[in-house]
């Protein structure tokens, strides 16, 4: 069979070809098995997770369903080298994705959801926010500030820069 995703063939066992092309369909894994990218992606390779940065795929982790006499591949999930999950289907993955991209994206996501309509919906007003979220708006502050300046929060390969990363604030039951 030639169709694979990450080197994995879209279906496996006596599956009709005909009822797993279609069960892929719906699952959107036959779009992927299509993409040249998609087929030999393998562990070690980099990706454009959820996070809409590169990372190294560290996992990978089929899902199949079975059909008839045989199973299909409806969705695969990525574990990257900073621990994210993602899945293929759910998730908006793409291989390896440059730098002016990846910055050009984030700064729009700044500006439509951060900073516009939809952070005023997601965060709620300023009053209510916590000390983590109050660290995490200045943080996506000084990233776009850095972007608009013309300087970069991503290095040549869409890794994001170690001043640029979230960190988490302890609890206050840990400061005790």
């Known amino acids: 069979m030639k169709y694979k995703i990450c080197n994995l063939p879209l279906w496996t066992g006596k599956a009709k ?13 036959w779009a992927f098995s299509q993409d040249k990218r998609f087929t030999t992606l393998k562990i070690g390779d ?8 590169n990372h ?12 008839g006499k045989g199973h299909v591949l409806c969705d695969i999930t990525f574990t990257t080298d900073n621990g994210g999950r993602c899945s293929l289907t759910s998730c908006g993955v793409e291989v390896n994705v440059s730098r002016e991209i990846i910055e050009k994206r984030h700064l729009e996501y700044y500006e439509t959801w951060v900073k516009g309509a939809g952070g005023q919906t997601w965060y709620g007003p300023e009053d209510t926010w916590t000390d983590q979220t109050r660290a995490d708006m200045a943080l996506a502050d000084r990233r776009a500030e850095t972007l608009k ?18 960190h988490e604030l302890p609890s206050p039951s840990d400061q005790s």
């Open 17 to 29: 070809a005909r009822l797993a092309k279609a069960l892929a369909r719906r699952c959107s894994t």
């Open 149 to 166: 300046s013309g300087g970069h929060i991503c290095d040549e390969q869409g890794f994001l820069l170690e001043e640029f990363t979230r």
């Open 46 to 53: 980099v990706i454009n997770d959820c996070s809409g940065y």
């Open 56 to 67: 190294v795929v560290k996992e990978i982790t089929p899902k199949y369903l079975k059909v």
